[in-house]
């Protein structure tokens, strides 16, 4: 008869903790090099200094505008004569995104929006009653609110606050 050779007992509790070992040194790896590329998604500092903008209010007159940028987006702001503050009082804008005027500003006499048409993204152009996109016809009323055309709502609303009376800063977002 033939002598079967004796195999030595495996021990699997140095298999499995080679195999951990393993599978966590190459996560490490795979976090470690695809760090970079994760970090290259964050945002620059020239744009994080633009986050927020800090806006003086005292050299707009009543019934003018000022365009200001903050994070490469146009933003308006309107000083309201009290005429104008009546008449967006008075009313809620059209059937398609109706909102009370007091909804839309903090300060009845300063309205701050995004100058952005929410219909395909044109810069609206100043005019006495509020605005209108060039583009596509879409008007909005001196509350930011749409009256006809294809945008599809009103003016957007940046986040903002008063630090003082003619003084705002409009923060990120």
Not at 31 to 37: C, D, I, R, Y
Not at 43 to 70: C, F
């Amino acid at each position: 008869m033939s002598e079967k050779k004796q195999d030595k007992p495996q021990d699997h509790g140095r298999r499995d903790f080679l195999g951990t070992a393993t599978c966590f040194v190459a996560g490490a790896g795979i976090a470690a090099s695809s760090w970079p590329f994760i970090n290259s998604m964050n945002p620059t500092a020239d744009v994080l200094a633009k986050a927020s903008t800090e806006v003086d209010l005292s050299d707009i007159p009543a019934g003018e505008e000022k365009t200001v940028l903050w994070q490469g987006k146009p933003v308006f702001i309107l000083h309201r004569t009290a005429d104008q503050i009546s008449a967006m009082e008075a009313s809620t804008g059209s059937n398609k995104d109706p909102e009370p005027d007091e909804k839309r500003v903090q300060n009845p006499e300063w309205l701050v929006v995004v100058g952005i048409c929410t219909h395909l993204g044109c810069v609206p152009n100043r005019r006495e009653e509020g605005w209108l996109c060039p583009c596509h016809g879409s008007v909005y009323d001196n509350s930011g609110r749409i009256l006809h055309g294809p945008a599809p709502r009103n003016l957007d609303l940046p986040p903002y606050e008063f630090v003082a009376d003619t003084r705002i800063i409009i923060k990120k977002a």
